[in-house]
């Protein structure tokens, strides 16, 4: 077990639909990474916050939307969702000591499942 | 943009034997390359990792070495297990102004037979 925790674990939902995937960092840890894996395309970086604040993107679309809070923890929201949009949706943690370096190990939380049918 | 290409995608050995997977990258401002490895429903995790100014690290079986000439970045393992079995990814991070951006390769599903 990482530390890292994620909700819901599966998710089912229509095209057109809006989700929203919650992500929980390891105590203390500032970082929070968000990461699609799909068949596909392979294991994706979406975007990267620290303490609250968006620092870095990756290839997330438009519809698609995150935040961290002030507790830290992070959403990532989906809309206008797409078939393709299915994916094992992952978030990572690291401690963010050194203002969120990339040399921190990330840890991994368990991933949401997403269909989109 | 940004690419990491990694070789070769599957790659079968006989426990005991040694394995290497390739990854090689586009963007000379990569500076941190991580390995992962990912078993089948599980989430990854990383195994080794490496930085820019470094062109070898070991760990007990497991060693990366990078080329930064050549932009390109290696995982040896020696002595396989059957635990050993799962999909391995490289990624190369940059260091943005303010964050990290990162490029995963698209995996090497390794098969230890015993």
């Known amino acids: 077990d990482s530390g890292v925790t994620q909700t819901p674990k599966h998710l089912i939902t229509a095209t057109g639909q809006r989700v929203t995937l919650r992500c929980s960092p390891r105590?203390?840890?500032?970082?929070v990474y968000w990461y699609q894996q799909s068949l596909d395309q392979g294991l994706q970086f979406l975007i990267h916050?620290?303490?609250?604040?968006?620092?870095a993107k990756g290839n997330i679309l438009e519809r698609f939307s995150a935040q961290q809070f002030p507790d830290l923890h992070s959403e990532l929201n989906l809309s206008s969702l797409e078939l393709g949009d299915s994916a094992l949706y992952f978030c990572?943690?690291?401690?963010?000591?050194?203002?969120?370096?990339?040399?921190?190990?990330?840890?991994f939380g368990p991933g949401t499942r997403l269909l989109v049918l | 943009g940004e690419n990491v290409e990694q070789h070769p995608s599957t790659l079968s050995v006989q426990e005991g034997d040694s394995a290497v997977i390739k990854c090689t990258y586009s963007?000379?401002?990569?500076?941190?390359f991580p390995w992962y490895k990912q078993e089948l429903g599980k989430r990854p995790q990383l195994i080794i990792d490496?930085?820019?100014?470094?062109g070898e690290k070991k760990d007990q079986r497991i060693a990366v070495t990078l080329n930064k000439t050549a932009k390109h970045f290696s995982l040896h393992i020696t002595e396989t297990q059957p635990e050993d079995s799962a999909v391995y990814f490289c990624?190369?991070?940059?260091?943005?102004?303010?964050?990290?951006?990162?490029?995963f390769g698209a995996g090497t599903i390794l098969r230890v037979k015993s």
């Open positions: 990572a943690s690291s401690a963010g000591l050194a203002g969120g370096s990339p040399q921190e190990t990330q840890y």
């Open positions: 105590s203390g840890d500032l970082s």
């Open positions: 916050y620290y303490n609250g604040e968006e620092r």
């Open positions: 963007d000379s401002a990569s500076n941190y």
């Open positions: 490496i930085r820019s100014n470094v």
């Open positions: 990624a190369a991070i940059k260091t943005m102004e303010y964050g990290n951006k990162l490029v």
